[in-house]
């Protein structure tokens, strides 16, 4: 199993700065994509940004040229780091990793969601 931990959010104010973390622990072989989610309230979860394990990099557009996730594969940890923060960023956001498994010569893939974390942009 992996646990994943996300750490960051909090209140900000409008056009501040926050940074997310995700990261994960337990018995893996290798983390593919990881992504950030976020859900705000009556809206459905949305796909924020995403990173491929070679870097490749894809963003909402909501969010393009003021977030910019990045890794560290050493550490199994991934980062969403928010700049020029809007009221409409406000929202619970959660990491999701897709995790190679390896069992003598099998391999699968699991997915796994963080707990979440509130990000709230007011003044």
């Known amino acids: 199993q992996v646990q994943l931990v996300e750490s960051g959010g909090g209140l900000v104010q409008p056009g501040g700065s926050q940074r997310l973390s995700c990261a994960a622990s337990g018995r893996l072989f290798s983390i593919n994509a990881m992504a950030w989610y976020r859900q705000a309230p009556g809206k459905q979860r949305e796909l924020v940004a995403r990173?491929?394990?070679?870097?490749?990099?894809y963003y909402a557009d909501s969010v393009k040229g003021r977030f910019t996730i990045s890794r560290d594969n050493a550490k199994n940890t991934v980062y969403l780091q928010m700049n020029n923060l809007k009221p409409e960023d406000t929202a619970v956001y959660s990491c999701?990793?897709?995790?190679?498994?390896?069992?003598?010569?099998?391999?699968?893939?699991?997915?796994?969601w963080g707990q979440g974390t509130q990000v709230t942009v007011s003044s």
């Open positions: 990173i491929t394990v070679a870097g490749e990099t």
């Open positions: 999701n990793l897709d995790v190679t498994h390896r069992i003598g010569t099998n391999y699968y893939i699991n997915v796994y």
